[in-house]
């Protein structure tokens, strides 16, 4: 029955892609959604940006943005969220999260990211149509 429930959950996450969604139309997630990374550096500092694509695919569940293995931020669809960070390579990773049909989603994935002084870097985090999470650079 267990297994019954998780792949009814696997198919739920699962099926048709999410669709990008452009910075300029993305909505600024709420500050209660974001944990992490707010205050500018005093010196040097660079910008991650993470857009969630919109769509249903895995839209019941909101995605956890890691950055260096820390929590950051929970992004709905179509949400967005800043970041600010000293020049360096970092790690920015994201995984579905909460408790539910959520917990049983794919295991976080993590991209290098390449932070600049006073650049904005944009990530993009996606799920394909096999329902794998994945986060990776857009322009959008």
């Not at 390579?89 to 794919?106: D, E, L, N, P, R």
């Amino acid at each position: 029955m267990k297994l019954l429930i998780g792949a009814m959950g696997l198919a739920v996450l699962a099926g048709c892609a999410t669709s990008p969604t452009p910075s300029s139309e993305a909505r600024q997630a709420p500050a209660s959604q974001l944990s992490a990374f707010q205050s500018k550096p005093s010196g040097p500092y660079g910008t991650l940006q993470v857009i969630r694509d919109s769509g249903h695919t895995g839209s019941l569940c909101s995605m956890a943005v890691f950055i260096d293995g820390k929590q950051a931020a929970k992004l709905d669809p179509g949400q967005k969220a800043s970041f600010y960070l000293p020049p360096d390579s970092v790690s920015v990773g994201a995984a579905y999260t909460g408790s539910g049909i959520c917990s049983m989603g794919a295991e976080r994935v993590e991209r290098e990211a390449i932070v600049k002084d006073g650049a904005i870097k944009k990530y993009r985090v996606f799920t394909g149509g096999d329902g794998q999470i994945d986060i990776l650079p857009t322009t959008l």
